[in-house]
Each structure stands twice: as structure tokens, then as C-alpha cells.
């Protein structure tokens, strides 16, 4: 399943745009994240998790190796989602955070909430 950032906007909405897979390996369910996670693809990036935490799976790996930018939403819709997961008893991990976004974890002082794969 792809959630593909918005086609037909222009240049500047564009510079803003998320992709989202979701695949199955090996009994997980991997959330591939890429792109920008700002205050418009923030909902997008929550509805996906939300879905995927109801979808019956064991445990959701979310990568985020590939996204160079999360506001405050983003940070807030990953909490959202990781709640929802604990509440439902499913394995919620966050993998692949790269250094500015790892910064935005730090300073808003969330990163010990998630568990963190290497």
C-alpha cells in the first residue's frame, strides 16, 4: 500500500510532500516514511498509523531514515500512534531517525517515549 505525496501542486507544496508504504516482512508491519512531516502531511501520516495499528498486526516498525524534517505534529501524531499501539497491546517501534529528526525527538524531550531500533 502507498500513500504517495499530493500530484499537481505546485513547486513550494511539493518541497512539503510525504510518502508513505506499508509492507509486511518477515511478521512485521513496516511504515516506510519519507519526505517532510510538517503541519499538512502530519494527518495523512496519523490516519496511515492509525489504520495500521487497527489493521490486527503484532508489532509496526515506522522508518523514518528517509525523512528530513518532523514539526511538532509530526512529533504528536508518532505519540498518538505509539499510545494507541500500547493501549492495544501491539509492538510500536520507530527506526532510522536521522539526525535533524532525532534533534526534534531530543528537544521536545519525547525520544524516551519510543522504543528505538538500530
Not at 508504504?21 to 508491519?29: A, K, M, N, P, Q
Not at 504528536?76 to 492495544?88: D, G, I, M, S, T
Amino acid at each position: 500500500m502507498t500513500h504517495p505525496g499530493v500530484p499537481g501542486q505546485s513547486a513550494p507544496f511539493r518541497l512539503w510532500t510525504l510518502d508513505i508504504s506499508c509492507e509486511t516482512r518477515d511478521g512485521v508491519r513496516v511504515v516506510a516514511v519519507s519526505g517532510r512531516i510538517g503541519v499538512t502531511s502530519a494527518p495523512r501520516l496519523a490516519a496511515v498509523l492509525t489504520e495500521e495499528v487497527q489493521g490486527g498486526h503484532a508489532r509496526i516498525l515506522v522508518t523514518l531514515d528517509r525523512v528530513e524534517y518532523t514539526s511538532s505534529a509530526g512529533l504528536l501524531a508518532l505519540q498518538k500512534a505509539a499510545a494507541r499501539a500500547r493501549e492495544q497491546g501491539v509492538g510500536f517501534a520507530l527506526s532510522g531517525l536521522s539526525e535533524p529528526v532525532r534533534l526534534a525527538f531530543e528537544l521536545s524531550g519525547v525520544l524516551s517515549e519510543f522504543t528505538i531500533e538500530t
